[in-house]
């Protein structure tokens, strides 16, 4: 698969098949978030691994819409520094989603789903995570065969991006 096939075939995968990754596959995913670009080379980024069935049956309750965690092969929470601290690089979230595009894209290649869940309850993401004082999980990503294997090739909505007519603009709005 070429990146320009990458770009244009993912799709949100929300159902999973009921098998772990393969080990070689979760590797892979992992290694493409730390060989995103950073600013500065900061990689200012963890990723804590889940694959405990109730772990992340309870990590499903961070998000109003983060049910699709409790049946995923594996979630990826994306862990920075506060994006809010006065300290904090700007760059923090930009290189984030570097991070998180980058495992996206290299699961799809591997036929594997996946779908970001935003943390609403910031205290029970860091309880269920045992983060540190001064780390934040903003996102995390849930990965996983498809449960309807034809979802690799699903074809695009009608009117699923806006055209480039629209956003586009040269040299001034």
């Known amino acids: 698969m070429d990146t320009w096939q990458a770009i244009d075939t993912t799709r949100a995968i929300r159902k999973f ?11 892979r995913i992992l290694d493409a978030g730390r060989r995103s670009g950073s600013s500065k080379n900061q990689q200012n980024w963890d990723f804590v691994v889940c694959t405990d069935r109730a772990h992340l049956a309870e990590l499903a309750q961070v998000g109003d819409y983060a049910q699709h965690l409790a049946g995923a092969a594996v979630a990826i929470a994306l862990v920075t520094p506060d994006p809010a601290a006065a300290e904090a690089p700007l760059s923090v979230m930009w290189d984030l989603g570097r991070a998180a595009q980058n495992m996206t894209l290299a699961a799809w290649e591997l036929g594997i789903g996946s779908v970001p869940a935003t943390v609403y309850r910031r205290d029970l993401v860091k309880e269920l995570l045992g983060l540190p004082a001064d780390r934040h999980c903003e996102f995390l990503l849930s990965f996983g ?14 009117g699923g991006r806006k055209p480039l007519a629209e956003i586009v603009h040269h040299e001034r709005w």
């Open 17 to 27: 098949a009921d098998r772990p990754l393969e080990p070689e596959h979760l590797r």
């Open 145 to 158: 065969y498809p449960a309807d294997p034809a979802a690799l090739a699903w074809r695009k909505r009608a």
